[in-house]
């Protein structure tokens, strides 16, 4: 039986958990673009029916993006339970038996309370005993390296409870979960990528080779460091999505006219008697404000650290360099997010571009947290790289 | 004897605070607003107007000076027992009717569906001790009742399945309140004499307030400048 980091199909399996989570946050970004959070006012149900089998006819207006997220989410918590299988091999049959017998249980269980819907009944009892039916067939294969499968396991986590804060954002009706909510998909992406370029034939074989530069310790903490600005510029996005502070601001490059604007009772009253719009966004309130204003403060800063990522990595290992390019790549995109975020105020908040420009903040977080990764296991210091790869290169290996 | 004077002056308060009367006035719309924008309704929810255009509500006028859509309420004032009549709040076309309107503090809010189509009714409270909450609501479904427990201004309603249905009620801790007709018109019942601060309040056209005195009622005329 092959060791699972040496199959290529777990590789391919890795890359599309992370193709379906990219997706599943541009879906996440229509829904917010679209305020659309709150047309499905129940969870985990929708209108009362199970999210499975509620009718198509019904997805109509804010309904269809909210839908579409909860039920690509579904499908990228299956991808993810399924990867978690994956890279933990033969131990992880029992546990999906046990899993597959308790969800079982649970369905019998509801069966006799006449408040549960026959499909939820039926969706609860079928999904254990397909559990329990798969547990016999697959897997069966020895685990491969044991901090990918812990990884695995992480990610399986983290979907579980980025599911529950989408569904408690809902029911608790709290914006605060939504912010957590939008972080967290960033964290999890970040994490599935990582399991991507880990599960490939090119990791491995890269990681044995001699490196091809070494990238200076303060370099590589530098990267680090950038690519938690960009998530805590992320995290800012998400705050204000949520708060619907995108359009507090609705000019650039000045602000209300001004470099910092006014946030004075009488100044609140005259932007908001100015607003004129037909989603008729709540009244703006100086934390808007300020919010939106640290989130261009913040995509300044960003975008002079990757820059210097870019120039520190180019001086330490040449232009030509594979970092080099790849975070010259960084920057470009750097750059087209910049530029996103000024057509997203321009547009006066068009879904498509502010969706957009939530789809490029997070893959260019992942190739920050890529980047660091690749300088610190591959470029590093001959006994630092052997100590931050071995433990993701399969024991067969 | 001391309780002999204390119920002659009782009897002096309440006959006195008896004497009650209409507030009334007009509002008057000075300028001209920007042009109300048209809004971008979903092919399902356009057939329900005959493919005419729908715009927002924001300067509702009679064309002829007057100004709707202004909560007018007495600042401060005490009293007016709640009502046990709810405050309908339609969904028709996929608008909310009407779009401004208010009401007292545990007074009943009934928000209705006349559309052929499924709404959420989702008020968004900015007020503590005012809940939000989110109902489902299918076509032509059962009234849903909402109450809230404090004072708040423009308490917004929104329908997230289609983003540009909103309504506003303004919450009173009293029952001193009323909302201008199209034309501008207002009428404030049952106010006990005495002075008072009336005050007008648009959503976009701001805030203006006059100082009263009802005695078996009293007349006061607004102006608001279109912002």
């Not at chain 1, 599911?163 to 709290?174: D, E, I, Q, S």
């Not at chain 1, 995509?299 to 990522?309: G, I, Q, W």
């Not at chain 2, 309107?101 to 052929?116: F, G």
């Amino acid at each position: 039986m092959s060791q699972p980091a040496d199959n290529p199909w777990l590789h391919r399996f890795a890359l599309l958990t992370a193709l379906a989570t990219l997706g599943l946050i541009g879906i996440g970004g229509l829904v917010t673009s679209h305020g659309a959070g709150m047309a499905v006012p129940d969870w985990p149900n929708s209108y009362g029916y199970n999210m499975f089998t509620f009718p198509v006819s019904m997805w109509i207006g804010g309904i269809l993006y909210e839908h579409s997220h909860r039920l690509a989410g579904s499908v990228v918590g299956f991808l993810t339970l399924a990867l978690a299988l994956w890279l933990n091999g033969r131990p992880a049959a029992k546990w999906l038996r046990w899993g597959g017998f308790i969800v079982l249980a649970v369905g019998l269980m509801a069966a006799t309370n006449a408040r549960v819907k026959l499909d939820n009944v039926l969706f609860l009892c079928g999904t254990g005993v397909a559990g329990l039916g798969i547990s016999f067939l697959w897997p069966q294969h020895e685990p491969g390296s044991r901090r990918l499968a812990q990884f695995g396991l992480v990610a399986l986590l983290l979907v579980v409870v980025q599911g529950l804060l989408g569904g408690l954002r809902v029911t608790a009706m709290k914006d605060y979960l939504g912010i957590f909510h939008g972080t967290l998909a960033q964290c999890f992406f970040v994490l599935i990528c990582g399991l991507a370029l880990c599960t490939s034939r090119w990791w491995k074989q890269a990681i044995t080779a001699p490196p091809s530069g070494i990238v200076p310790v303060q370099v590589r903490k530098f990267l680090l460091l950038t690519t938690l600005l960009i998530l805590g510029q992320l995290a800012l996005g998400a705050a204000m999505r949520h708060q619907h502070a995108g359009l507090a601001i609705p000019d650039f490059p000045l602000a209300h006219g001004k470099i910092w604007p006014a946030t004075n009772a009488a100044a609140l009253e005259r932007y908001n008697s100015a607003r004129l719009d037909t989603r008729d966004f709540k009244a703006i309130t100086a934390g808007q404000i300020h919010l939106h204003m640290t989130h261009r403060a913040g995509a300044v800063l960003v975008f002079s650290a990757v820059l210097a990522c870019f120039l520190k990595l180019r001086g330490a290992l040449g232009a030509d360099h594979r970092l080099t390019r790849l975070a010259r790549g960084w920057f470009a995109l750097i750059c087209v997010q910049a530029g996103l975020g000024i057509w997203t105020v321009l547009s006066n908040k068009s879904a498509d571009i502010a969706t957009l420009h939530v789809v490029v903040g997070a893959v260019a977080l992942v190739k920050g947290a890529l980047l660091t990764l690749l300088a610190s296991a591959m470029f590093s210091a001959r006994p630092m790289a052997s100590e931050v790869a071995r433990p993701f290169v399969s024991q067969a290996g | 004897m001391k309780s002999l004077i204390l119920t002659l002056t009782t009897i002096a308060f309440v006959a006195g605070s008896a004497s009650a009367g209409d507030v009334t006035g007009k509002i008057s719309l000075k300028g001209t607003p920007a042009p109300e924008k048209d809004i971008p309704m979903d092919p399902a929810c356009g057939k329900l107007h005959d493919g005419k255009k729908v715009t927002t509500r924001f300067y509702v006028t009679d064309g002829a000076g007057g100004l709707g859509d202004c909560v007018v309420y007495l600042e401060g004032a005490k009293g007016g027992a709640v009502s046990d009549k709810a405050v309908v709040i339609d969904q028709k076309g996929c608008e909310y009717l009407p779009y401004i309107s208010s009401a007292q503090a545990k007074q009943t809010i009934r928000v209705l569906n006349s559309d052929p189509a499924l709404h959420n009714v989702h008020p968004t409270p900015s007020v503590d001790g005012n809940k939000e909450s989110n109902k489902a609501q299918l076509p032509k479904g059962a009234p849903l009742d909402f109450t809230f427990e404090k004072a708040e201004k423009f308490l917004r309603f929104k329908c997230d399945v289609h983003p540009w249905m909103f309504s506003y009620v303004s919450i009173f801790d009293h029952g001193f309140h009323a909302v201008s007709a199209k034309d501008g018109s207002f009428k404030i019942t049952g106010v006990p004499d005495g002075k008072y601060k009336l005050v007008v309040e648009h959503r976009k056209g701001g805030k203006v307030e006059k100082e009263i005195e009802v005695k078996g009622g009293a007349k006061a005329d607004f102006t608001i400048e279109a912002k």
